[in-house]
């Protein structure tokens, strides 16, 4: 029962290169979220999706693509790392928008030297 | 004012301690609130959901008051196991983005 994965979980960029974080759901859930928790901060929504086929941005959008490529998995990008970039990601789901318990995964610490 | 206001603590308690937490909330609208409880590093996972009427499941208690826009989390007979992060969250007017607070650190001592 692996509900939310994600991969890598770790990863260390130099500034300006690119890479994208996998997250993956078994739980035939509707609606995804991409995460960023830092140190003395509330965990903030980068960007999410309703359903397949659909993205939003969230409160911190601006450096980050995402791609939902199917039901089950919803991708994030940076494009150009920065420093300030360097935070734990986590990806979540839930099985729509709403009220509703969001599952997370094990998170990807991002390291931006 | 930020949107969900937690005091970090640590608080230390011994077990069989009882402690409560307490978390302000700034949007009067809000509708749906929520205790996730973080290990450290690891990932959040739901405590429980916070309803009106206030609810309980076993050792936790969590309770809502609307006029003073607060929620707390009362945990009795405290076990080392709970020693963990609690993050208090509401969800936003858009009814889908959860704002989390930055959490309230409990260590629980023998």
């Known amino acids: 029962n692996a509900g939310v994965t994600q991969t890598p979980k770790f990863q260390v960029l130099k500034t300006g290169q690119s890479m994208t974080l996998q997250c993956a759901q078994d739980?035939?859930?509707?609606?995804m979220y991409w995460y960023r928790q830092d140190p003395g901060m509330g965990l903030r929504l980068i960007y999410y999706?309703?359903?397949?086929?659909?993205?939003d941005k969230g409160e911190v959008p601006n450096g980050y693509n995402v791609s939902r490529l199917n039901k089950r998995e919803f991708s994030l990008r940076l494009e150009s790392a920065a420093p300030s970039q360097t935070s734990v990601y986590f990806c979540?789901?839930?099985?729509?928008?709403?009220?509703?318990?969001?599952?997370f995964g094990p998170g990807t610490r991002l390291t931006v030297t | 004012r930020k949107e969900v206001e937690q005091d970090p603590g640590p608080f230390n308690v011994p077990e069989g301690a009882t402690v409560a937490f307490n978390c302000t909330y700034s949007?009067?609208?809000?509708?749906?609130f929520f205790w996730y409880r973080q290990d450290c590093r690891k990932e959040p996972k739901l405590l429980m959901s916070?309803?009106?009427s206030g609810n309980e499941d076993g050792r936790f208690t969590a309770q809502l008051n609307r006029a003073s826009q607060y929620i707390s989390l009362l945990i009795r007979d405290s076990k080392l196991s709970d020693s963990a992060t609690y993050l208090c969250?509401?969800?936003?007017?858009?009814?889908?983005?959860?704002?989390f607070g930055k959490g309230t650190s409990l260590l629980v001592t023998p």
């Open positions: 979540a789901s839930s099985a729509v928008l709403g009220p509703y318990e969001q599952y």
């Open positions: 739980m035939n859930h509707n609606s």
């Open positions: 999706s309703a359903s397949e086929g659909t993205t």
């Open positions: 949007n009067s609208a809000s509708q749906s």
């Open positions: 916070v309803y009106s």
């Open positions: 969250v509401v969800l936003s007017n858009s009814g889908y983005a959860l704002n």
